[in-house]
């Protein structure tokens, strides 16, 4: 069984945020995991203010991050609108509560201090 999430403050800032969750997920359950976060994120696709979410793999098999997923919100407001949506906590709920996932989620909500692109100088 999934261990819960621990609490998300709310972002409480009208200014563009970032969801960072990392999840510690054992190989052998990375598919099913992959299912389920497909599942979430078909939910959250929806949900307004949401610019884009990707999820990245490892390329190392051992190790304890596997997955980590990256969600850009317009708003730190949009995205706690979101997840007070209860679809999208109830597919959270079917990742938690799935007997055969061993899943530790480490979310954290995050606001860019410095970007690069090519070319920049500081």
Known sequence: MSQSVPPLPDALVSEPVVLINAFTVPIEESDRFLVRWKD???????QPGLVRARLFRSLVDD???????????????ALDQARAN????????????????????????YQSVVDVGPGDRF
């Not at 991050?65 to 708003?75: G, I, Y």
């Open 86 to 109: 209860p679809e999208w906590r109830a597919s959270m709920r079917r990742v938690i509560d799935d007997p055969e996932l061993h899943v530790v989620a480490r979310p954290v909500v």
């Open 63 to 77: 190790v304890e991050l596997r997955f980590v997923n990256v969600a850009e919100w317009e708003s730190g407001t």
């Open 40 to 46: 979430n994120a078909r939910v959250m696709a929806e």
